[in-house]
């Protein structure tokens, strides 16, 4: 995807995937999990003003596909701490919002060019922490190279404005100015890339940031924060915090002096993080923004005049990729009811050529899930939803030393049933049939969320209907439902699934700004 050049800088292009068939890329990636390993088990600190500090102890991330092995010890910050790393940042805030938007626009640039340099490396520490395989790791560090290439071509843009109407004996302008203190929360399924897009579209914008990680997977977000040092990025600009969310993460959104919340993760903690920045805080002048994408119970519809093949290639891509862990993810098929028997026929045949195991193995197409409660979790969901439907594949763990599950089919569940309502993050997939495409596209809309959704089919009219009536914020035509690509598709979703952020789009960086109107009358 191009976009054109801004300020001198290329048109955008999204970096491009490798083929680890390639004998060339596939030792890089060996070589890159092999110096990953010998780093196993090393104790990162936080990060508060440019110092390293302890916490009150610490705790430690593990690989999902070998439980027993740490990939990296943590600190646990204190409520203290947090609320220094908050006071810290809001005091180097001045200095650094008044930094030329053209010297952070170098920063993210700079810290492409080492993400791209360092791609295997990144790959191999999501492999490790958060179960990805090969592919799905490279398509993140991908994904997190173009959020810094994608802002820092659209600051350009907030930095030089487009003229305003000039009324006669004024000059008139409109200037964009940063917030102030942001608090990042990224989630553990997508650990790199989302991090680096809500991290550096704040910092892009001139605030200061206090990274606080998913506890499943902080090393990649300790290497990251690294990186942005490295990339130029003050040390003071960028807090580094890992601790419980329930205590630490509470006490960094309510301080007064937090600007804002960027988050990415479930419904309940978006709605407890936005209930409490809402609150008012002794001393607080501001209304605090928040920025999040929640969950997702995303549909594909199949209708009658769709390729058959082609959708159950969709599905099946869209609900399976990353073990479903995806808030895209398809977790309901709904198929007309011409194609439904077929379809399952085919589907059950493709699904039962997955293969699962452990994600550092290439050419696994799925790996494990993130922890044992994760996989306890959707276990349960899977007997409820074999109460709630008929089995047609999977339907319980599968073989090895980790967090694996068999990717699971449950056909046949009604709209009313819990599998078919409730986000399950896992490698189930709900299938329900559908008399007719209207009354599709009312299955689809039956739930709280509104991320994604795809429609295959042939008929103009119908694609013209699902663009009027299929209420997502991402939706695809013929295609899978996930994948988001920067610059192409902007990603946020409508309902409880978030505040429709648009990420990787030419809005988003305006949730980082605001913009003061300045009218000086000519002497």
Known sequence: MATAGLTGLAPFRNEPYRDFHQGENRRAMEEALARARAELGREYDLLI?????????????FNP?????????H???????????VES???????????PASIRIDMLRNAAALLRSRKSEFNAWMILEAGKNWVEAEADTSEAIDFCEYYARQ????????????????????????????????????????LAGMTTAALAAGNTVIIKPSSDTPTIGAKFAQLLVEAGFPAHSIAFFTGSGATVGDALVSHPKTRFVSFTGSRDVGLHINELAARPQKGQIWIKRVIAEMGGKDAIIVDSEASLDEAVSGVVASAYGYQGQKCSACSRAIVDESLYDAFLEKLKARVAQLKVGPAEEFGYDMGPVINERARTTILGYIETGKKEGRLIAGGGAAPGEGHFLQPTVIADAGPDARIFQEEIFGPVLTVTKAHGFEHALELANATEYGLTGAVYTANAEKIRLAKERFFVGNLYINRKCTGAMVGAHP???FNMSGTDSKAGGPDYLLQYLQAQSIAEKKS
């Not at 600190?75 to 790393?85: F, T």
């Not at 180097?92 to 919002?97: H, V």
Request: charged content about 20%; glycine content about 12%.
């Open 155 to 194: 600051m350009t843009r907030f930095a030089h404005p487009e003229p305003l109407l000039q009324l006669p004996g004024e000059t008139d302008e409109l200037v964009y100015l940063p917030l102030g203190v942001g608090v990042i929360i990224p989630p553990w399924n997508f650990p790199l890339a989302i």
């Open 75 to 85: 600190q646990r910050g204190s409520v203290e701490q947090a609320r220094e790393a």
């Open 65 to 73: 596909s070998k439980p027993s092995e740490i990939v990296g010890v």
């Open 49 to 61: 003003a440019g110092r390293a500090l302890k916490g009150d102890g610490t705790f430690a991330s």
């Open 89 to 99: 940042a809001h005091a180097y805030f001045g200095e650094w919002s008044r930094t």
């Open 491 to 493: 990603f946020g979703g």
